[in-house]
């Protein structure tokens, strides 16, 4: 199995930057597809970003697209969020998950979905104060 360990989360005003960190261990971090979800109070967990093995491909909700970046290390088996342009909406608890196949068979192969993952971590609370 693998463990996932998400970092970065804190208090910012809307506008400001921010970078989420999450760190795997437990697993050789080769052919898994990496994601960051986000909960906000009173609704569903909804996809952010996702990013292949490879790095190369990499998916963003519409909500998101332009401001927030998604990024991976293979050799530090981190992946990282890197968010712009924060807005009140973005405030939630952020998690950081792993997939491998089935559901991930290539290194250019990124999810959307919450099924497609096998992995989780315990969240990082973003708050973004107007």
């Known amino acids: 199995q693998v463990q996932l360990v998400e970092s970065g989360g804190r208090l910012v005003q809307a506008g400001d930057s921010l970078r989420l960190s999450c760190a795997a261990s437990g697993r050789a971090f080769s052919i898994f597809a990496m994601g960051w979800f986000r909960q906000a109070p009173g609704k569903e967990r909804e996809f952010v970003a996702g990013i292949s093995w490879s790095g190369d491909t990499t998916s963003y909700a519409d909500s998101v697209k332009g401001r927030f970046t998604i990024s991976r290390d293979n050799a530090k088996n981190t992946v990282d969020l890197q968010m712009n342009s924060l807005a009140p909406e973005d405030t939630a608890v952020y998690y950081c998950?792993?997939?491998?196949?089935?559901?991930?068979?290539?290194?250019?192969?990124?999810?959307?979905?919450?099924?497609?993952?096998?992995?989780w971590g315990q969240g990082t609370q973003v708050t973004v104060s107007s």
């Open positions: 998950a792993a997939g491998f196949p089935p559901q991930f068979t290539t290194p250019q192969d990124v999810g959307d979905t919450e099924t497609q993952y096998h992995y």
